[in-house]
């Protein structure tokens, strides 16, 4: 079953990541709403897998079954999120770590945990995040970062480092997503009393990182430093992890009862098929769009017989790159319109085929 509160989350999740990359990439400017997308990415990924899960079960597939369908989709992308480093980010950054190779990575640690009790999910959640900052201080998350970017050396310690603890998306802290999407799905969807608990939990989060902020320099130099480092999600901080984590929660069961459980609010409007086709194919769009901004910036500059990134943040200005971040949408809106109402084609088509 569709949901489109899930839906329309992801949408808005892909469409953040595609503004923020053609700005960042293009134009060198950050956006003020960067670091909304990656979150919300990763936390639907544990709640459409703990829907998925449910599915399965309810069509009388095994334990085995699901479990191999799990491992092969996880190892999917994982395959697939190094050749996007390999062929969109150059060689070079084959192991920086991107959001694909995390997700599948997170899939894989969802389908060992999936049986353990709620309680123990959260805090094996809660763990992963306090632990987090401690990590970084023991391996110098620092030293792997030069000027904004992390630059880690093809060595085991260095590979097992960024994967764990430096790079963009390391397991330290952000499986915390995944892991509450799962826990959360069922308490929303399923639940009129669990979904107020979840309303709660979201507030309370984010009331939390909100008084954090306010109230780090009250603490304690050394744990200031060492812990309430501010909002940053390069290291995703205590308070960036709450903050976006209690919004999520919060947004996703408002839509759930505005959206799932009165189907007329959704009903006659084109917005709800749309934001349904940018969800099917949200892996695909964001694959696309890297290719579609960036291999023409490395193509230029190898025509030029200069440096792969002396285009890098300076191609255009951030006009350009916003109008031409809505033009690629617009593109996606036509084609997902024209070509892709059943649902066969795209990146999630060749999972479904190799995976299930």
């Known amino acids: 079953m569709r949901y489109l509160s899930i839906d329309v989350l992801r949408t808005f999740a892909i469409a953040v990541m595609v503004l923020v990359h053609f700005c960042e990439n293009l134009a060198g400017v950050t956006p003020p709403f960067t670091g909304l997308g990656a ?37 999917f992308l994982l395959g697939l999120g190094f050749a996007f480093n390999v062929l969109v980010w150059l060689p070079e950054d084959t192991f920086n770590w991107d959001v694909l190779t995390f997700i599948g990575f997170g ?36 030293a ?43 308490r929303v969807f399923d639940a009129a009393d669990a979904s107020r608990q979840a309303l709660l939990a979201g507030v309370g989060l984010a009331a939390v990182a909100a008084l954090l902020l306010a109230l780090r320099g009250l603490f304690p130099d050394r744990i200031a430093q060492a812990f309430l480092q501010g909002w940053g999600m390069f290291p995703a901080t205590i308070e960036y992890l709450g903050g976006t984590l209690g919004t999520i929660l919060v947004v996703l069961v408002l839509l759930h009862r505005w959206l799932d459980c009165r189907p007329a609010a959704a009903a006659g409007g084109c917005w709800a098929g749309l934001a349904q086709q940018f969800s099917r194919y949200a892996l695909t769009i964001y694959v696309v769009h890297h290719v579609v901004h960036l291999w ?61």
């Open 296 to 356: 023409p910036l490395w193509l230029l500059a190898d025509r030029r017989a200069g440096e792969t990134t002396q285009h890098w943040g300076q191609a255009t200005s951030v006009p350009t790159a916003v109008a031409l971040a809505a033009g690629f949408l617009l593109a996606c809106a036509a084609c997902l319109r024209r070509f892709g109402r059943d649902g066969r084609g795209g990146l999630e088509a060749w999972m479904r085929w190799v995976c299930d």
């Open 39 to 75: 979150p919300l990415f990763a936390f639907l990924s544990g709640v459409s897998y703990r829907l998925l899960v449910a599915g399965y079960e309810r069509k009388g597939r095994s334990e085995e079954q699901i479990s191999k369908i799990s491992v092969r989709r996880g190892l």
């Open 144 to 186: 792997y970062w030069t000027q904004g970017d992390y630059e880690g050396d093809l060595t085991l310690h260095d590979l097992f480092v960024g994967w764990s603890v430096a790079g963009y998306f390391p397991v330290f802290p952000w499986l915390a997503y995944p892991l509450a999407g799962f826990v959360v799905a069922p």
């Open 107 to 142: 899939l894989l640690v969802l389908n060992l945990a999936r049986d353990l009790p709620p309680p123990v999910l959260v805090l094996l959640a809660a763990a992963i995040a306090g632990v987090a900052p401690v990590l970084r201080a023991l391996v110098g998350y620092d």
